[in-house]
Structure formats: structure tokens, C-alpha cells
């Protein structure tokens, strides 16, 4: 199996803020990565696929980069709504597998 | 606007199968080239890869599960389920449904407990 490791696990930071938060494949997976959005009780929200394309109706805020094993999400302007909980998602191959989350916190 | 629904009982005894059913809305099972995945959380825990359909009915699994999954697709009901037997305390996790990256059922808890 393919792990993936993301970097913090948890993230302190202010209203206004830039983050970037790191997601490390343990072998290359070109660009075939997602990036996942989850708030307490709700389903997972897709950010992010194939590394850097905008899922539709995303605001650009978002941006994605990376390929073969270290990837980023970046988040300008942090809003409170964007508080939350981060995932990627490796999808190169099976079994696909998940980071273990960045707690993106005020 | 496609929506998915999971529904299926919220409590199954250890060692029995759990069976739940995603509900398609809003657009055509069949329609596309899409996979159609199972997922869950155990509790204040990480996301797990459960398997997934795809529109012909080809399924992939994780192997961790394999021997204990099995994803169906039914295009005259629109809709696509997830059987895991032989469960355990261990599986107890909110169970979602999804279109390849989206979009998800909103989610389903199961508890496994006598």
C-alpha cells in the first residue's frame, strides 16, 4: 500500500493567514492526488484533483502543486469557514489511500 | 444536480453482515464514466478506502477487507451497495457513499454491538 503522510497534523493559525500544508507519497504517484475539505460532522468536501485542477465551484483561495511524492495545499486568505480538517488522497493505485488529516485551527 | 443518500440499519450485532444501499439523485447511475466508492470513518479517526464499482460493474477492494466486502450495482433502482460480513466492534465507523471525488452522501453511522 502506498502511505501518505501529511505534515503538520495540526496547524494553528489566524484569519487572513497563508498555510500550506504537505502531503508526502512513500513512492512516486505522478500527479494523481486529491486534496479533501471535512468540517465536524459533515461529509469530506473535494478540494483538489490530479494535484492542481480546482474541483468546480472551489474558490481559487485553494491552489494544489506537487508530483511524484511531495505535494501542497496552500489556503491564502484563511476565513473562518476554512477551518477545518484536510485530507489527500492517493489514487495511483490500489488500495487508495488516505493522509491521516491536518487540523487546520484558529 | 447528483445527490447520494445512504440508508441501511444503524446497528448490527458482531459476527453479521452489514448491508448498506447509496441512493442516486438528480442524474443516471448508468449515464458516464464514473466509480462509485464506499468509505468510512471510525470516530474522531481518518478517512479508509472501503472499494468501489464502476459503471460496468468491474469493483476493486481494499485488500484489508476483500475477503469481507462486496460492492453491487443496481441500474433499475439507481443505486449501488456495500455488504461487509462477519463484522466487528472494529468496524463501527460512519459509512459514506460517493461518485468518484464527488460528489458524497452525506454519511451513515453504523454501530456494531449486541
Known amino acids: 500500500d502506498i502511505q501518505m503522510t501529511q505534515s503538520p497534523s495540526s496547524l494553528s493559525a489566524s484569519v487572513g493567514d497563508r498555510v500550506t500544508i504537505t502531503c508526502r507519497a512513500s513512492?512516486?504517484?505522478?500527479?494523481?492526488l486529491a486534496w479533501f475539505q471535512q468540517k465536524p460532522g459533515k461529509a469530506p468536501k473535494s478540494l483538489i484533483y490530479a494535484a492542481s485542477s480546482l474541483q468546480s465551484g472551489v474558490p481559487s483561495k485553494f491552489s494544489g502543486s506537487g508530483s511524484g511524492t511531495d505535494f501542497t495545499l496552500t489556503i491564502s486568505s484563511l476565513q473562518p469557514e476554512d477551518f477545518a480538517t484536510y485530507y489527500c488522497?492517493?489514487?495511483?493505485?490500489?488500495?487508495?489511500?488516505f493522509g491521516q488529516g491536518t487540523r487546520l485551527e484558529i | 444536480q447528483v445527490q447520494l443518500q445512504e440508508s441501511g440499519p444503524g446497528l448490527v450485532k458482531p459476527s453479521q453482515t452489514l448491508s448498506l444501499t447509496c441512493i442516486v439523485s438528480g442524474g443516471s447511475i448508468s449515464s458516464g464514466s464514473y466509480y462509485w466508492s464506499w468509505i468510512r470513518q471510525p470516530a474522531g479517526k481518518g478517512l479508509e478506502w472501503i472499494g468501489r464499482i464502476y459503471t460496468t460493474g468491474s469493483t476493486n477492494y481494499n485488500p484489508s477487507l476483500k475477503s469481507r466486502v462486496t460492492i453491487s450495482i443496481d441500474t433499475s433502482k439507481n443505486q449501488f451497495s456495500l455488504k461487509l460480513s462477519s463484522v466487528t466492534a472494529a468496524d463501527t465507523a460512519v459509512y459514506y457513499c460517493?461518485?468518484?471525488?464527488?460528489?458524497w452522501g452525506q454519511g451513515t453511522l453504523v454501530t456494531v454491538s449486541s
Open positions: 460517493a461518485r468518484d471525488w464527488e460528489p
Open positions: 513512492q512516486a504517484i505522478s500527479n494523481h
Open positions: 488522497q492517493q489514487y495511483y493505485s490500489y488500495p487508495i489511500t
